[in-house]
T-cell receptor, first 110, second 115 residues
Framework: ELKVEQNPLFLSMQEGKNYTIYCNYS?????LYWYRQDPGKSLESLFV?????AVKQEGRLMASLDTKARLSTLHITAAVHDLSATYFC??????????FGEGTQLTVNP | DSGVTQTPKHLITATGQRVTLRCSPR?????VYWYQQSLDQGLQFLIQ???????AKGNILERFSAQQFPDLHSELNLSSLELGDSALYFC??????????????FGPGTRLTVT
């Protein structure tokens, strides 16, 4: 069964702090995606990771992929309130369908 | 704005009814995907079409069907609606057919409420 697990599911952090969200997936896929969703809104693509060892950074967010460990991480550096949202990782499997994790609800407090 | 459009934005209907959700992909994109987001099931892949043909099927109920038309827009038909079908339905599009990684761009979604 395809399974993508994220942890933590809920994360409350202070502005200025660092934290990492973990995403474990079940297949040998080497394609992993990170999306952001604001309440009631659509999914916004953050990162596309296409190979083992891939690392991508955009602003205060950095994503990495370890296909051997079937693990992707989303690292948040010096969090700001605007980063409050739900973050999803998704594994691309056969036919380019995406299997999503449960989502990590991030709240950044002043 | 991803360039993917969905109509309607909101839909309220009664159990047993049938509804049609519409999606227009980004210009030039050949693949359309449908996803359902609900509190209890999370985000689930339903079905994919590529250039008019069904390419992949996920957790789509038999009461649900979809198609992609020659102009590449897609419709998701939901029939014999049940309370549990209440969810946010997303359409996504990409340029490819699955052999090469193609990023999926999501539309704004249609919120379906079944009463």
């Amino acid at each position: 069964e395809l399974k993508v697990e994220q942890n933590p599911l809920f994360l409350s952090m202070q502005e200025g702090k660092n934290y990492t969200i973990y995403c474990n997936y079940s297949t040998t896929s080497d394609r992993l995606y990170w999306y952001r969703q604001d309440p009631g809104k659509s999914l916004e693509s953050l990162f596309v990771l296409l190979s083992n060892g891939a690392v991508k950074q955009e602003g205060r967010l950095m994503a990495s992929l370890d296909t051997k460990a079937r693990l992707s991480t989303l690292h948040i550096t010096a969090a700001v309130h605007d980063l409050s949202a739900t973050y999803f990782c998704a594994e691309e499997t056969s036919g380019s369908r995406l299997t999503f994790g449960e989502g990590t609800q991030l709240t950044v407090n002043p | 704005d991803s360039g993917v459009t969905q109509t309607p934005k909101h839909l309220i209907t009664a159990t047993g009814q049938r509804v049609t959700l519409r999606c227009s992909p980004r210009s030039g994109d050949l693949s359309v995907y449908w996803y359902q987001q609900s509190l209890d099931q999370g985000l689930q892949f339903l079905i994919q079409y590529y250039n008019g043909e069904e390419r992949a099927k996920g957790n789509i109920l038999e009461r649900f069907s979809a198609q992609q038309f020659p102009d590449l827009h897609s419709e998701l038909n939901l029939s014999s609606l049940e309370l549990g079908d209440s969810a946010l339905y997303f359409c996504a599009s990409s340029s490819g057919g699955g052999q090469t990684p193609y990023e999926q761009y999501f539309g704004p979604g249609t919120r379906l409420t079944v009463t």
